[in-house]
Antibody, heavy 121, light 107 residues
């Protein structure tokens, strides 16, 4: 079964850091780009970041640029989101998602269950 | 960044109704568009990719149309499980942009 399982969410103070993990199973992980998408409480979906299957290319959204970094360890079938200098407005459910084919701009055919990040003092 | 304008933001419909949801891109994006369904408390689910292709396992009452800047998701006959929020997502360039969402409610 193709599956993504996120972990690492929690409560953090403004200015703090968290690292989210997303462990994959059931597919050839190193051939697919992976993304992070977030959803603030009661709001819509926001694309956050993408990394290529090899890990050679990565992009982040403007709202997190300079603060968030995406990476992956293909030997562990895991993608990470390092979040620094967290702000209250980063509070959201964070989903990882697999691209349907292998390109970084493909549709997302598999999603994790999400992990909640709360930034509050 | 490409802007995606989705409409309506919400709609009320009855079982069996035909429903159309539209997304307009701020520039041409070929057919690089996908549609997702999200039920409360759940992760999004892929319905349509490449603007018109039905994802495996998705009922055929869902269909997508359009290319360039204007796209439509159609539900031909609304079923109880279709009451949810729907999002479009462009796949033309980074940063990627979702539409604002359309909440489909029971009339």
């Amino acid at each position: 079964e193709v599956q993504l399982v996120e972990s690492g969410g929690g409560l953090v103070q403004p200015g703090g850091s968290l690292r989210l993990s997303c462990e994959a199973s059931g597919f050839t992980f190193n051939t697919y780009a992976m993304s992070w998408v977030r959803q603030a409480p009661g709001k819509g979906l926001e694309w956050v970041s993408v990394i290529s299957g090899s890990g050679d290319s990565a992009y982040v959204g403007d709202s997190v640029k300079g603060r968030f970094t995406i990476s992956r360890d293909n030997s562990k079938k895991t993608v990470y989101l390092q979040m620094n200098s967290l702000r209250v407005e980063d509070t959201a459910v964070y989903y990882c998602a697999k691209t349907k084919y292998q390109l970084m701009l493909d549709a997302f055919d598999i999603w994790g269950q999400g992990t909640m990040v709360t930034v509050s003092s | 960044a490409i802007q995606m304008t989705q409409s309506p933001s919400s709609l009320s419909a009855s079982l069996g109704d035909r429903v159309n949801i539209t997304c307009r891109a701020s520039q041409g994006i070929r057919n690089d568009l996908s549609w997702y369904q999200q039920r409360p408390g759940k992760a999004p689910k892929l319905l349509i990719y490449d603007a018109t292709s039905l994802q495996r396992g998705v009922p055929s009452r869902f269909s997508g149309s359009g290319s360039g800047t204007d796209f439509t998701l159609t539900i031909s006959s609304l079923q109880p499980e279709d009451f949810a929020t729907y999002y479009c997502l462009e796949g033309y360039s980074t940063p990627r942009t979702f539409g604002q969402g359309t909440k489909v409610e029971i009339k």
